[in-house]
């Protein structure tokens, strides 16, 4: 099952080192948020408190950080790509229409929304073969994921633990990104959004055999509009 405690524990860590890595106490942190004292923000990095939906954006904004780094993801964005930072080898992928962030959408694998040019070093030194790119559609995964977000996928037919995030197919032609919850040796497998307005979905018994992973999202694309 998903470990909520560990993934408390890691965000802690997460915003204890950035909140030091731009000179921050926690009392000029709390009283950025709005915090009455230190307590909520020490309870936090301890592992003990999760970052509340509703000022996950405002820690992101005073840590001069994003939220999918909050989370334990990483994050390219025009702006990082716009840095002097020279990279001399790229490998282009085909953008495979979309992926839904929510449910009830078609895989839409006609390969005909453009390409994007990949750093050849985010693919860790595995074969272009090894990846795809997907575009999402939906608001079910904000602020982790948007609409409009391009994501690198690592193929696997596996998860490689219960509430990771995964790229899913249900009903043989859906697909989903969502965070996948399970039990091994049990039969259902759950997709949850992180946006809290869309409920889960159970997948059970033989609806399992029309269920299949695609793959893991390595590396977040977003286009920043200013």
Not at 87 to 92: E, F, G, I, W
Not at 200 to 223: D, F, Y
Request: aromatic content about 8%; proline content about 5%; charged content about 25%.
């Amino acid at each position: 099952m998903y470990d909520k405690q560990k993934f408390m524990t890691e965000m802690g860590i997460r915003v204890k080192s950035q909140r030091e890595r731009i000179n921050l106490s926690q009392e000029e942190l709390a009283l950025k948020l709005g915090y009455k004292g230190k307590s909520s923000i020490s309870r936090i990095e301890a592992g003990l408190n999760e970052i509340p939906q509703s000022k996950m954006q405002s820690f992101a904004d005073a840590l001069d950080t994003t939220i999918p780094y909050l989370m334990g993801w990483e994050v390219v964005t025009d702006t990082d790509l716009n840095q002097p930072t020279v990279v001399s080898n790229y490998v282009t992928f085909p953008i495979i229409g979309e992926v839904a962030a929510g449910y009830e959408h078609f895989a839409d694998e006609s390969w005909s929304d453009g390409n994007i040019d990949i750093p050849e070093t985010w693919l860790k030194g595995r074969p272009k073969e090894d990846y795809f790119v997907l575009r999402v559609c939906g608001d079910s995964m904000f602020p982790m994921y948007q609409d409009g977000d391009v994501v690198l996928v690592l193929k696997q037919s596996t998860m490689n633990r219960s509430g990771e995030i995964g790229v899913v197919v249900y009903d043989d032609d859906k697909a989903t990104l969502k965070r996948v919850e399970y039990v091994m040796g049990e039969d259902w497998m759950k997709l949850s959004p992180v946006n809290p307005q869309f409920p889960p979905i159970t997948i059970r018994n033989e609806a399992l055999e029309h269920c299949r992973v695609l793959g893991i999202p390595k590396m977040l694309i977003r286009n920043i509009v200013e």
